[in-house]
């Protein structure tokens, strides 16, 4: 059963995000507005496996959050891009590894109650080195073997959300 | 390495959210202004487990991506609650399911370049049903056996990330 969408008003609008008001009523009939940040652009994020390298991290700080986690490359979908050469684009930028060819693994919805953002997720098997880590974005980049990747999830080390989904699919199959 | 931040402005303000402009400097030395959604309460989620009937699962439309989804029991903690009371009101008011013992098995940040929002996640064995679900959040409630939902996972059915977070942490321990 749907709510039903009676309007929406615009609180906030930029290239980044806007954000509204939906005015919804719920089956039992309860009637309230409901805000809604609406991005214009999905996001992607790649795994790139490496058969004797392991898997490609970066460790950032988040300061949105105040948090230092490992995370695997990912970015905006720029206009007019696929997700797919998004994640080619945005791997290389940041690691400095041009990822071998994608296959994509999928899609999610990160706070489908709140935003209306899109996840695209891909695997890549083997990359190249054509340059050095993007210094603003990921201060250290590593290869972690499949294992240690594995303890760093379960130990808590790893605490973005895409990156944890990622992750999973890729390790999954 | 962290970004510098020398300031934040707020946009926009509720109980539900406030909505900032945070004036930032990169190691490069570019500064720009960027958009920060603040949500003043954390969410969690329970993976309820019984040895019988399965995982308990709701199917939800959701009116923000225009897509229905099998979706573990979640919602906002309260202020003064604590994440595990949450975790266990919401699963009893959404499902009519009272879980068993809750346990913890981490928590993680959905978007942390742009929302400063954290997911808790429970795990919980077996439950009681002590009433009907809410009609408002979940007009299907069902037990789907582990197999099925590892199926439902890989397949794409499930595209809620705090929901395919917990499943996956709950399913690798």
Redesign the interface.
């Known amino acids: 059963?749907?709510?039903t969408?009676h309007g929406e008003r615009t609180?906030?609008d930029?290239d980044?995000?806007r954000?509204t008001l939906?005015d919804?009523e719920?089956?039992?009939g309860?009637r309230f507005e409901h805000?809604?940040?609406r991005f214009p652009a999905p996001a992607c994020a790649t795994v790139v496996r490496h058969p004797r390298r392991g898997i490609l991290l970066l460790r950032r700080?988040?300061?949105?959050?105040d948090?230092f986690?490992w995370e695997v490359p990912a970015g905006r979908v720029d206009e007019g891009e696929s997700p797919e050469d998004a994640a080619r684009r945005e791997t290389t930028e940041e690691t400095g590894w041009r990822p071998g060819p994608l296959r994509s693994v999928?899609?999610?919805?990160?706070?489908?109650?709140?935003?209306?953002?899109?996840?695209h997720l891909f695997v890549a098997h083997g990359a190249e080195q054509v340059g050095e880590p993007d210094?603003?974005e990921a201060?250290q980049v590593d290869w972690k073997p499949v294992e240690e990747v594995r303890r760093l999830?379960?130990g808590?080390s790893?605490?973005?959300?895409?990156t944890?989904?990622a992750l999973?699919r890729a390790l999954?199959e």
Chains 1, 2 share one sequence.
């Open positions: 059963m749907r709510w969408v609180l906030y930029s980044w995000l954000l939906v919804v719920l089956p039992s309860d805000h809604v940040a700080h988040r300061f949105v959050v948090s986690a999928g899609s999610f919805h990160p706070m489908p109650g709140a935003v209306d953002q899109t996840f210094e603003d201060p999830m379960r808590g790893i605490t973005d959300g895409l944890l989904v999973y999954d």
